[in-house]
């Protein structure tokens, strides 16, 4: 790391925190809600194999600031206040968690406990089902991480260390987003190909391993956490075709309101992709608090069912997440 950004992270983020100047940053804002989007939080010090966990000390930390600074409410709430155009007497926040890492329950859960914050987790439902269930990107990771060789499809080949393929001028992060449901042709290439991620998973539970069902139903009744769809499979949906998409949202809300035993309204777009067609069957599915990452289409600014989020860095500090926040609470908020 450079020594300019040590010296932020270390001494300058946290005295401008210190000083109020975010809270500065904050009062110039017209907006007075916002919806704020984790993954991971984990415990694990040090080098880590993909960085789509926050670490705890850092979380906690964001945890009591973000308790000093806003009002922080259930996302159900923030949707009704926010189609009622109600007043808030302070700045208001949601807090969702997107993929259902098991860490959100063993790490992130005692945390939001301790401190008596609200939050929606967004499961992907096949690993509900399905133990072995690992998402896509951590399957690549895995792999990068032990072979440190191309990968080899029948698609083309993707070299060490970015996995860019030369012939069809595509990352393979990029082929597997834009794929739609032939992606999972490609994935079980790679991992019939790769067994190796089996193994390496098994290493790293903490930071890979997916909610199943006998831990949802461990936690269902948790009166803290709202659970939310964030489809079957986790497919960019924009490169679905209607029927799969309207499959893949209305699948997994079954999915989960069979455990947990009470209707799921709430969906999140896996990797924030989404198109019209994406947003009909959602709506057709049942869904009535929709979150995407950035709006994509003109007219979501005015429908009251879907919200765009603000995405939590897990590379850097809860200061400088703070500032962040403060600085784009009006890009991401409403
Ligand atoms: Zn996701």
């Avoid at 909610?211 to 490169?239: A, R």
């Avoid at 997994?252 to 309204?265: F, G, R």
């Avoid at 992709?273 to 009535?288: L, M, Q």
Wanted: aromatic share 10%.
């Amino acid at each position: 790391m450079s020594i300019v950004k040590t010296l932020s992270r270390k001494l300058l983020f946290p005295t401008l925190v210190g000083m109020g100047v975010d809270k500065l940053l904050l009062a110039k804002n017209k907006k007075q809600q916002i919806i704020i989007n984790f993954h991971g939080v984990s415990n694990i010090k040090g080098k880590r194999f993909n960085n789509r966990h926050l670490d705890s000390v850092e979380f906690e930390k964001l945890i009591l600031y973000l308790k000093e600074r806003y009002a922080i409410i259930p996302l159900k709430e923030l949707f009704e206040n926010y189609r009622s155009q109600k007043k808030v007497p302070k700045k208001t926040i949601a807090i969702t968690f997107d993929d259902g890492y098991i860490n959100n329950f063993t790490v992130a859960l005692p945390i939001l406990k301790k401190h008596n914050v609200p939050a929606t987790f967004y499961l992907i439902t096949e690993s509900l089902e399905n133990k072995e269930f690992y998402v896509w990107p951590d399957v690549i990771d895995l792999i990068q991480k032990h072979t440190k060789e191309d990968i080899k499809l029948t698609v083309g080949t993707f070299k060490y260390p970015g996995f860019y393929c030369d012939t069809l001028k595509l990352s393979l992060t990029d082929l597997m987003k834009q794929s739609g449901s032939e992606r999972e042709k490609h994935l079980n290439e790679i991992k019939q190909k790769y067994p190796i991620y089996i193994s390496e998973a098994a290493k790293e539970p903490e930071l890979i391993k997916m909610i199943h069902k006998t831990e949802l139903e461990n936690y269902k009744d948790e009166p803290l956490i709202e659970y939310g769809s964030h489809t079957h499979l986790h497919y960019n949906l924009e490169h679905l075709n209607s029927e799969d998409c309207f499959k893949e949202v209305s699948v997994s809300k079954h999915i989960i309101e069979k455990i947990i035993k009470k209707p799921v309204l709430s969906l999140a777009f896996p990797d924030g992709s989404y198109n019209e067609t994406t947003i009909v069957n959602s709506k057709k599915a049942g869904y009535e608090n929709i979150v995407a990452v950035t709006y994509k289409l003109n007219e979501n600014n005015k429908d009251p069912y879907i919200l765009s989020r603000f995405t939590v860095s897990n590379s850097t500090t809860s200061e400088s997440n703070l500032l962040r926040l403060a600085v784009d609470f009006d890009k991401f908020g409403f």
